[in-house]
């Protein structure tokens, strides 16, 4: 895919805290990532719940094959946009053809890929991509499930795109009110799932209440 570099996107470092993942913005300023919020302002009773029923050994098992699936599909994604050669796991280069070929073909343009954002002195983070979906300026992000999703179940997903699009906006100067996930499932389902107008607001401002959250928990840690 041809890449139009409109902005000039830059890398951050990333780091390895107690508290989750961090980015080194500015004078050595450690911004917690988009997903450490997240997380840590999380209900996470039914994750408990669940090792438990499972045992931690299973539970472990499972995390890491889908922390590993989802890595080995998301280079490979990237490598297909940056125009390199597909190489990869068997499941995970299936997944990744079905994003190409029912997501990314709805993609007219392409800004950026594996963009690092942040929010001077809030958050920061990586987005999967940038660009026109369907002729308008979007946030979007590749996911990957054992099964079928609604978008009831996927919330975090969308406070991630909202997160993403505040950054880039206040970066570069940008309107993008539109998030776009590309979920394949490992049944060989290509799910999509679109906020835009007055939902991606909501998810907005249920983002900002989070980042509360977790500073009031926290603090500048």
């Known amino acids: ?29 450690a911004l917690p990532s988009v997903t450490t919020i997240l997380s840590k302002t999380k209900d ?3 994750l408990r719940e669940w090792r438990a ?9 499972v995390v890491t094959e889908a922390s590993g699936l989802g890595n080995g599909m998301h280079k490979l994604l990237e490598d297909h946009i940056l125009g390199k050669e597909m190489k990869g796991q068997f499941m995970a280069v299936t997944l990744a053809k079905l994003i190409i070929k029912q997501g990314l073909s709805k993609v007219n343009e392409v800004w950026g890929t594996e963009v690092m954002l942040y929010s001077p002195g809030l958050w ?14 979007a946030i ?19 406070m991630q795109l909202a997160a993403y699009a505040l950054s880039h906006n206040e ?3 940008t309107n993008i009110q539109k998030g776009v996930v590309m979920m394949a499932t490992r049944d060989g389902k290509y799910l999509e799932f679109i906020i835009e107008g007055s939902e991606f607001t909501h998810y907005e401002i249920m983002w900002a209440n989070k980042v509360c959250s977790y500073y009031d928990r926290f603090g500048q840690d």
Do not use: W
């Not at 570099?5 to 050595?28: A, C, S």
């Not at 590749?142 to 969308?158: G, L, P, V, W």
């Open 1 to 29: 895919m041809l890449i139009t570099n409109l902005y000039d996107y830059k890398p951050l470092q990333r780091v390895d805290h107690p508290n989750g993942r961090k980015y080194i913005v500015g004078e050595n300023r």
């Open 44 to 46: 996470m009773t039914y």
């Open 53 to 61: 029923a499972v045992g931690e050994a299973e539970a472990t098992r």
């Open 124 to 137: 920061a983070g990586t987005t999967d991509l940038v660009g026109l979906h369907e002729g308008v300026p």
């Open 140 to 158: 979007m992000d590749f996911k990957n499930s054992r099964q079928t999703k609604t978008k009831e179940m996927i919330e975090d997903y969308f």
């Open 171 to 173: 970066m570069f100067g």
